[in-house]
T-cell receptor, first 116, second 114 residues
Framework: EADIYQTPRYLVIGTGKKITLECSQT?????MYWYQQDPGMELHLIHY???????EKGDLSSESTVSRIRTEHFPLTLESARPSHTSQYLC???????????????FGEGSRLTVL | GQNIDQPTEMTATEGAIVQINCTYQ??????LFWYQQHAGEAPTFLSY????GLEEKGRFSSFLSRSKGYSYLLLKELQMKDSASYLC???????????????FGTGTLLAVQP
């Protein structure tokens, strides 16, 4: 059973507000990711981290930022939310690939953001 | 570039067998994953193939042909709870220089009918 948690699950806010989506995992995984998913569409990688103090942008341009100060914590921040940011944000983590594991992603439940 | 294709929707009958296909184009192929995603929930891992052939896990099996850039997910003895979106995802070692980033297809929405 995966242990990766996201809060809040649902958030409705007004334009211009600053928000932080929290993601924590208790599996000791080095690698963590943020994906964005719109209804009926594929998951797009927006940020990833391979360890503490390591963050990179993904394949989909995003105005959000991330930080990785602790292994278990990978928050995503939007300084000024806009309606175009309305989407579902999924956090995931994985072990490094090796002979005994596939490096599969374990996903959190997601944070559904609506910006009015 | 990277590209993954899978049917948008499929319908099948409870108790039957269904095959969901996935074709991909990528450089530096390093594994293919299938995930299940129920509406409003997070994707959950189903299967992984990195070598050609069939991997069986209970009612679910996944097949890979690297030379053809082709995979399928086979679901047997379908149950109503199998109604979900099935995501094909490919890992590429050349993708942005990282070895564990996955590229996801749009998913196949499977509806299981009584």
């Amino acid at each position: 059973e995966a242990d990766i948690y996201q809060t809040p699950r649902y958030l409705v806010i007004g334009t211009g507000k600053k928000i932080t989506l929290e993601c924590s995992q208790t599996m000791g995984h080095d690698k963590m990711y943020w994906y964005q998913q719109d209804p009926g569409m594929e998951l797009h990688l927006i940020h990833y981290s391979y360890g503490v103090n390591s963050t990179e942008k993904g394949d989909l341009s995003s105005e959000s930022t991330v930080s990785r100060i602790r292994t278990e914590h990978f928050p995503l921040t939007l300084e000024s939310a806009r309606p175009s940011h309305t989407s579902q944000y999924l956090c995931a983590s994985s072990e490094s690939t090796g002979t005994r594991n596939t490096g599969e992603l374990f996903f959190g439940e997601g944070s559904r953001l609506t910006v009015l | 570039g990277q590209n993954i294709d899978q049917p948008t929707e499929m319908t099948a009958t409870e108790g039957a067998i269904v095959q969901i296909n996935c074709t991909y184009q990528t450089s530096g192929f390093n594994g293919l994953f299938w995930y299940q995603q129920h509406a409003g929930e997070a994707p959950t891992f189903l299967s992984y193939n990195v070598l050609d052939g069939l991997e069986e896990k209970g009612r679910f099996s996944s097949f890979l042909s690297r030379s053809k850039g082709y995979s399928y997910l086979l679901l047997k003895e379908l149950q109503m709870k199998d109604s979900a979106s099935y995501l094909c995802a490919v890992r590429s070692v050349n993708y942005g220089g990282a070895t564990n980033k996955l590229i996801f297809g749009t998913g196949t929405l499977l509806a299981v009918q009584p």
